[in-house]
């Protein structure tokens, strides 16, 4: 799984043509992937978000926006199929977060439990 990850200041201030960009070099990493995708999706801004938690009571409460304080939020994924590591990095290489000053992508295997 591809967790992309930045600021969502950044990407809410993002001109028109830069949002073009950014969209555009999207749309290449999705033609450059291609069906190695199996799913992905842009998420709301973080502060957007609920968190859930329990008490050690076991009561739930919930919380707008994200637990921690930080800069670097969710803010979208790929789901991919590859045959290794090496194939992923290639392709995640291509997404405009890694480059950018404000994102980064992790890499993480998604564990079986079949």
């Excluded at 992937?33 to 076991?58: F, Y």
């Excluded at 090496?86 to 890499?107: C, F, Q, T, Y």
């Amino acid at each position: 799984m591809l967790l992309i990850y930045g600021d969502d200041q950044q990407w809410g201030a993002m001109s028109p043509p830069e949002q073009q960009a950014h969209d555009a070099a999207h749309a290449a990493f999705r033609a450059a992937a291609g069906s190695a995708i199996v799913g992905g999706e842009e998420l709301e801004p973080a502060p957007i978000a609920t968190t859930l938690r329990a008490d050690p009571a076991g009561r739930v409460t919930t919380t707008d926006g994200p637990f921690l304080e930080t800069k670097e939020a969710l803010g979208g994924y790929y789901l991919l199929e590859a045959a290794d590591l090496d194939e992923v990095i290639a392709l995640a290489s291509r997404l405009p977060e890694v480059a950018a000053g404000h994102s980064g992508v992790e890499i993480r295997p998604v564990v079986d439990h079949g």
